[in-house]
């Protein structure tokens, strides 16, 4: 079993970076596909993005593609989520998630990922 912690959040002005990081133990990320997803103040948990076990393929929802892209270090164990040009609206609980099966492209999206962490806190002000 895999366990995950998220870091990097925090108070940022809108226009700003960010960079999160989502650690892994327990296992080697290397066979995992890898998901971010995101809940909003008073909203439902949303996905953001997702990248292949392999890498080779990522898929981002449309109100952060082009703005976000996610990465990943397998030697680190550690999968990362540059956040640039933040808006207010992306203020949110953000959560890794982990899954051995192999998807990829839209297949990244599902929400039954198997494992997530337990989130880090992103605020952007205006």
């Known amino acids: 079993q895999v366990q995950l912690v998220e870091s990097g959040g925090g108070l940022v002005q809108a226009g700003g970076s960010l960079r999160l990081s989502c650690v892994a133990s327990g296992r080697s990320l290397s066979s995992y596909t890898m998901g971010w997803f995101r809940q909003p103040p008073g909203k439902e948990r949303e996905f953001v993005g997702g990248i292949s076990w392999s890498g080779v393929s990522t898929y981002y929802a449309d109100s952060v593609k082009g703005r976000f892209t996610i990465s990943r270090d397998n030697a680190k164990n550690t999968v990362y989520l540059q956040m640039n040009s933040l808006k207010p609206e992306d203020t949110a609980v953000y959560y890794c998630?982990?899954?051995?099966?192999?998807?990829?492209?839209?297949?990244?999206?599902?929400?039954?990922?198997?494992?997530w962490g337990q989130g880090t806190q992103v605020t952007v002000s205006s």
């Open positions: 998630a982990a899954d051995l099966r192999k998807w990829a492209d839209t297949y990244l999206k599902r929400y039954d990922y198997n494992y």
